[in-house]
């Protein structure tokens, strides 16, 4: 466990205000004394008015709740942006011409960075993918990739979410709130905006249309009202202006995927999907699936309609893979990586395994395919008790888990019962690819609540803040 | 849009309109039930004014499924009103139409949405009282102003778009469905001898029915004569001005389908234009000669048809591969034909 104070992205070792949070501090002190008190209860209130939730899975009691919004903003100076900016996009490039290479040529087997078996022994791995061609050889359409910040200039990249990453409603949600409660602080502050990443979506969606279609129908595809993330997608879809589908309302005729509409069938040439590979077409994929469409894995072959993101993509973002991304960027950019991964010890090697177990109490412990903070070991933050549980899961099945020392993530300012505290946070800002890879200024701040914690997830606990990324310092 | 959408707006309206003709249907049968006159006959359970509502709506074996013993107006009433284990109940119905409503909320206006949770809401807290002695024609009240209350406001404040239409739709459908069992009902109630017929009892019982649709201030308006079943048929069929009339419906219906139907020779539009003519051509004594009944029953059984093309046509489409994608789905039929080949 790392003895040294974590980073605080608003005070220095000495106690003063880095010059990013000045213009915000200096107004905060020019407030009433219970003026954040007031702001927090009215965004709370709002949020629930608005209905904006999130299902949490497991939770039998109060299966859907509001996020904790936090109301003080994370602020990003432009130095430090460009880093992460630059970074997550490069990371996105490789990703991409690795998931092209081991759909067609497989030369990255051929050049002995990465053994065939990492991939086809992955069950997020296609094999129907194979020699697949894809508009613009773009794969993942959208990704997260969540960055946390340990020192002044050191980022690392925790992982990658490649499949139908979620939580950008957030975002631009977070962003309104904070335009609602604070006005008068866009007006000191050159906040760069992040609303027109709808726009940007839909219009890299289109240009990835099979078609040359002047005019192509995107729709958003939903599993229906009962998934944890409805909201988001119902929000994306009124954000974009196209109709939000569920599988039923599609069909396919003749290699072509229609929607059943009162006009008649209506063709549809590219679908943001947010549902699973595994349910998208049950004559493909998992045949007891009622969300998906049949014939839409035949249609996607024979390139009639596009999948934003791509089938099979989940191969590239598990944490074993999540290894090999540094090589990729060399490989196949020809870069050095702008972002580093995290240290990471494999388990299925003896010697990672050893000394993973000797020093459990330090390192933190992730499953190679689990998600959203479920199945995990923080060492320094568990019991003797927890570890020793946590010992015996992992010895028996030790290539199912990864080990990572703890870093000390960056502490941003939070507010907590009546006071300004610091709390760790990550971000995950998302990318998008088109014609070209971008993403918008700002990202979702995830922020653990608790004192100590360093676990962000919104199913453990954590809440959100809104991430001001600044267009200059000049003001 | 969407079909889903169009068939979740379109049976939200059907189910309000089902809840209110329900309340009506209830109420006559139980005015009827009030008219002084009995059948000894318990062989003949259907004689009994209890179980009209249920073989109007077809519900019977459903009924005596979960209500073993003699028909009474409790057991029908509790069916018919609370039972949440009946579809057909208003309970069901009005739960029904709000969950329609709420999963395609997007597409109302928010008075809209605010009326129909208002409407559940407010049935939920009822529930206890509803059937009480008193109590029951409180309620019918209630339901009926809740139906008008729900097409005020989708009158009142919805765009005329494409999913109003649907709304409207849902409405005609479901009132001339009812419209024309409602009328079935005389049928169903024999009277205690033959010589009853033009008597006391006949007299209340279409004057029952009459009230049960609005229509009894009508008529008398209308005819300044005494109540004749043929009359009635003349009003409840023919009579363009009557609001719930079969002929009125036929009008709403063949003027939305005008709308909704774009292509060329659609089924729907022809089939409605087809019962709007002969309705609107309908003389009442050929009615009378062919029988009531026998033309009620026919009449039912085209609306069916025409409910049948609305899913196949909008609501519930079902592909077909033998038939060639209409005209509808735009652009590059060509250019897929090319990559197949």
Known sequence: MSTKTPYNEMLTADGLIREHYRAHSEWLKSQPSDFLQQKQREANALYTRLGITFAVYGDESGTER???????PRIIRPAAWKIISDGACQRVRALNAFLKDIYNDQEIVKAGIMPEAQFTGNPAYRPEMKGVQLPGDVYVHIAGVDIVKTDEGQFYVLEDNLRTPSGVSYVLENRKMMMRLFPDLFGRMPVAPVDHFTDDLLENLRAMAPSKSSQPTVVLMTPGAFNSAYFEHAFLAQQMGVELVEGQDMFVADDVVYLHTTEGPQRVDVIYRRIDDDYLDPLAFRPDSTLGVPGLFSAYRAGNVNLANAIGTGVADDKSTYLYVPQMIEYYLNEKPIIANVPTYRLSDPEDLAYTLAHLAELVVKEVHGSGGYGMLVGPTSTKEQIA?????IELNPKNYIA????ALSTCPTFIDSDIVPRHVDLRPYVLAGREVTL???GLTRVALREGSLVVNSSQGGGTKDTWVLEDLSC | MLSRQANNLYWMSRQIERAENTT???????RMSLLPYRVDNTEQAWTDPWSLPLIINGLASEYYESNPGPITSDKVLNFMVMDSANPSSIYSLIRAARENGRSMRGLLTTEMYEDLNAMWLELRSRSNTALSHGGI??????VKTQSHQFRGVTVGTMLRDEAFQFIRLGTFME????????LDVKYHTLLPSAEEVGGAVDYYQWSALLRSVSALSAYRRIYRDVITPKRVAELLLLHEDMPRSLHACMNDIYEILGKLCKRESMEPERLAGELHAQLHYGRVDQIMEEGLHEYLMEFLEKLHTLNVELNQQFLAPV???DSKIAQGAHQTQSATQKQSA
């Open chain 1, 66 to 72: 509001s996020i904790p919004f936090d109301i003080v």
């Open chain 1, 389 to 393: 549980a946590f010992r015996k899961i």
């Open chain 1, 404 to 407: 990572q020392p703890t870093l």
């Open chain 1, 440 to 442: 918008i200024p700002g």
């Open chain 2, 24 to 30: 009506r249907l209830l109420d006559i049968t139980y």
């Open chain 2, 137 to 142: 024609n409180d309620f019918f009240e209630w």
């Open chain 2, 175 to 182: 009132r001339a469905d009812n419209t024309v069992r409602l």
């Open chain 2, 319 to 321: 592909f077909n591969p």
